[in-house]
């Protein structure tokens, strides 16, 4: 198994000038974008695999981060398990499951970073979403498969897949402490809960 690191998975969101032009127009001048944001067991194009029941479980926590208006990302992917918010650029307010499909609605945010996204995508540029959380992964084959300690922080949005997949911490040590930093006590209690009812229920 390798060590704890941050892992992303990147998916093209296509938008095209008229449909944000007709969002601008249905949501008071916000820009509100629809689609695909992950998808479970499928291989991404960093040869790794984020399994049903660890992909539903991340969405069913992400939802309180959703709920408290706390669901931000950012514009590229930063080399930090943290969503730094000067840089927020975007507010995700809503994220289901559907056969292994992760659909979701993502608001483009008035700031610096999330005016930069408006203006391309207003320019029909293409733009990735892609997941970024904390977690190992097992070496299965030819492929990496997500682990148990996987632990879903946010939502980027990224130019294109050659963005690098996965960002080495120096040290475990550093990897807590940023979590800390982004689940706070209620986040990790909510989390706790979540389990319970999950092996309740099987």
């Not at 609605?105 to 391309?120: D, Y």
């Not at 939502?155 to 689940?183: N, Q, Y």
Request: some cysteine; proline content about 4%; hydrophobic content about 35%.
């Amino acid at each position: 198994m390798s060590d704890k690191r941050i892992l992303t998975e990147w998916i093209p969101f296509e938008y095209t000038p008229l449909l944000v032009e007709q969002s601008r127009t249905e949501n008071s001048g916000k820009i509100i974008m629809k689609g695909i944001l992950q998808k479970a067991n499928t291989l991404n194009q960093n040869g790794r695999i984020y399994p049903l029941p660890i992909l539903t479980r991340e969405i069913q926590n992400y939802q309180k981060f959703i709920r408290e208006n706390r669901a931000l990302g950012e514009c590229d992917h930063p080399a930090a398990s943290v969503v730094e918010l000067k840089n927020a650029s975007h507010i995700i307010r809503s994220a289901r499951m559907d056969n292994g499909v992760v659909y979701g609605s993502v608001e483009l945010l008035n700031t610096p970073s999330g005016k930069i996204l408006q203006s391309l995508v207003e320019s029909g540029v293409t733009l990735g979403i892609s997941s970024r959380g904390v977690g190992s992964t097992r070496k299965q084959g030819e492929h990496d498969v997500v682990q148990e300690d996987f632990q879903l922080i946010c939502f980027d949005f990224v130019s294109e897949p050659s963005t690098p997949g996965a960002f080495m911490m120096r040290e475990g040590k550093i990897m807590e402490a940023d979590l800390k930093r982004v689940f706070n006590r209620s986040d990790r209690v909510n989390r706790i809960f979540n389990d319970i009812l999950s092996w309740e229920n099987k």
